[in-house]
């Protein structure tokens, strides 16, 4: 399982990486920093937006889409984001 965080986020590394065991990862450039988390799993793709970890809006939404498509091409994207991403 791979996993892209913020760079804000390589300050608490230690105590993520604990609770993510066999887990890969990497930070994101500075420039991608955003509130929102996308996960995609089997054809499904979830986008949180309003939350950032440890940071929470008052009223996050969250979008639950079911397409095959739309998955194979969030993954894309998350395989470019991986290159140019660091550990």
């Known amino acids: 399982s791979k996993i892209l965080f913020d ?3 390589r300050s608490e590394k230690k105590s993520i990486v604990k ?3 066999n887990l890969s990862y990497r930070f994101l450039p500075s420039q991608f920093s955003s509130k929102i ?6 054809d499904f793709v979830v ?4 939350l950032k970890p440890g940071y929470f809006e008052t009223e996050p939404t969250i979008f639950v889409m079911k397409s095959k498509t ?7 994207y998350f395989n470019a984001l991986w290159k140019i991403s660091s550990n």
């Open 19 to 21: 609770k993510l065991p």
């Open 70 to 76: 739309l998955a194979e091409g969030y993954r894309v």
């Open 47 to 50: 986008t949180f937006v309003g």
């Open 7 to 9: 760079c804000e986020i």
């Open 37 to 42: 988390v996308i996960e995609t799993f089997g």
